[in-house]
């Protein structure tokens, strides 16, 4: 049960290629086309929308459920640290270096190996693998636009570098425009009512808030005030200052709820920029959840956004790398830990054929 020699290296040769080739959110159509010439030299059909790529085992049954397989190929702009050149894949002393290597190339093609080891073999439920855009942007033309266009799903499987412990919860965003509204007047004067601190006292109860409720997994809920802006010129008193609220959801709030108990301490106007990015989270009984327990795997709860965040079914998130070298210059994965992220994914799914099969 486990891949083979021929499985790694393709795995391996399929990432120091995607590594050379530039692929910024909704810029990855080349690399679109080199995973899908990847499934189609092995045989596999695939399907295409927009930079999204996907393929299906080829003993699809629309009666079994599916599971999903996910992880996405777009990447950040190189930052200014970078002390290498971050489109050339070089190994060095165990280490593949190279911008996406982390984040998350190696969960990627350890996903894409993985299928593709199971992909001719009779299985309990379907599997689809889908190497998706626009994650590092959140992006409406990522995993979010081919939902529609795949079967209802049992679990997804998200590939983010966890050092292959489990993430059963995963916090939300919402990003908040906050207008405090005052009245115009000369600075020399006494008049008008100043913005600016009409704002300083929500941003003191900002400063000091917190939720309610904590989630057992992520604990609390976290508001950051991110930008603000105010003014036009220096003798004229503000009748408008606007600032940003960063949210961090976690599964014990809805977007709604959270707005609501902010609504119930603040002066300014709040209004969403988008209530998509939800919170995630997985129930401890579910059957990935306890096949992960056999092999030892840890459960935590992630403060870092993905895809999870777009997919409305249950899901974990699990990968080779570590989330700490995500975006960081000189990006790198141990090839190691692309070995041990393919036999790992193999053996989860192993666990949770027979756990399901179980309890049939």
């Known amino acids: 049960m486990e891949a083979s020699e021929k499985i790694k290296e393709a795995a391996l040769l399929l990432l120091k290629d995607l590594i050379k080739t530039p692929s910024f959110s909704k810029e990855e159509a080349h690399t679109a086309a080199m995973i899908g010439s990847f499934f189609q030299l092995n045989g596999i059909p695939y399907h295409r929308k927009g930079n999204n790529i996907w393929a299906v085992n080829r003993h699809f049954d629309p009666l079994l459920p599916t599971l999903l397989l996910n992880s996405h190929h777009d990447t950040v702009k190189p930052n200014k640290g970078y002390t290498r050149d971050p489109f050339n894949p070089v190994v060095e002393k165990g280490k593949l270096y190279g911008l996406g ?8 093609v350890s996903l894409i190996a993985t299928f593709t080891y199971y992909y001719d073999q ?4 379907n599997l689809i693998m889908a190497a998706t855009a626009e994650e590092e942007i959140s992006g409406k033309n990522g995993i979010e636009s081919i939902l529609p266009e795949l079967p209802p799903l049992e679990l997804a499987i998200v ?3 966890t050092e292959m412990h489990m993430a059963v919860a995963e916090k939300g965003l919402m990003v908040i425009d906050a207008i405090v509204s005052g009245k115009a007047g000369h600075a020399a004067r006494d008049e008008g009512i100043n ?12 400063r000091h808030f917190k939720f309610k409720r904590q989630s ?4 609390p809920s976290k508001v950051t005030a991110t930008v603000i802006q105010a003014g036009s010129q220096h003798n004229v008193v503000p009748d408008q200052c606007t600032y940003t609220l960063d949210v961090r959801l976690t599964d014990a709030y809805s977007h709604q709820e ?8 603040l002066k300014a106007k709040l209004v969403p920029r988008s209530l998509r990015l939800k919170s995630s989270h997985i129930d401890p009984a579910h059957p990935i959840v306890r096949a992960g327990e056999k092999l030892g795997m840890k459960s935590f709860g992630s403060p870092t956004l993905s895809d999870q965040a777009l997919i409305p079914y249950p899901s974990i998130k699990i990968g080779p790398g570590d989330s700490a070298r995500s975006h960081t210059p000189d990006e790198f994965i141990w090839v190691e830990e692309i070995h041990e992220g393919i036999a790992l994914y193999i053996k989860l799914l192993q666990a949770y054929f027979s756990t399901i099969k179980n309890t049939k």
């Open 258 to 265: 959270a707005l609501d108990e902010l609504e119930a301490v």
């Open 216 to 219: 057992g997994y992520l604990g």
């Open 159 to 161: 590939g983010e570098p």
């Open 195 to 206: 913005a600016i601190y009409e704002a300083l006292d929500d941003l003191t109860a900002i």
């Open 101 to 108: 290597s982390n984040d998350a190339g190696g969960c990627l």
């Open 122 to 125: 009779h299985l309990p439920c």
